[in-house]
């Protein structure tokens, strides 16, 4: 069983940043590519974020040089740094995990963005 745990969220000002982390635990795992995704009230969840193995990243449009995804393979923990942080980034973020036992979610986190 692998577990994801988010933490980092909150209220920012527009224009503010904020940075989320993730981290997975359990046994004996291994972890493929990491992401991101949000969820706002009445709309699908989105990827926002994605990082393979090996660093690959690739966002989502409307993200695109405001956010930042890395991770520490040490820690098992992947972060979201958010940066010129808009109204409409307000939604609950995922953390999801590709691994070598199937693929996990992590409870989600709320951010909002509001003046």
């Known amino acids: 069983q692998v577990q994801l745990v988010e933490s980092g969220g909150g209220l920012v000002q527009p224009g503010g940043s904020l940075r989320l982390s993730c981290a997975a635990s359990?046994?004996?795992?291994?972890?493929?590519?990491m992401s991101w995704y949000r969820q706002a009230p009445g709309k699908q969840r989105e990827l926002v974020a994605h990082?393979?193995?090996?660093?690959?990243?690739n966002y989502a449009d409307s993200v695109k040089g405001r956010f930042t995804i890395s991770r520490d393979n040490a820690k098992n923990t992947v972060y979201l740094q958010m940066n010129s942080l808009k109204p409409e980034d307000t939604a609950v973020y995922y953390c999801?995990?590709?691994?070598?036992?199937?693929?996990?979610w992590g409870q989600g986190i709320q951010v909002t963005v509001s003046s």
């Open positions: 999801n995990a590709d691994t070598d036992r199937g693929v996990h």
């Open positions: 359990g046994s004996h795992f291994s972890i493929y590519a």
């Open positions: 990082i393979t193995s090996v660093g690959l990243t």
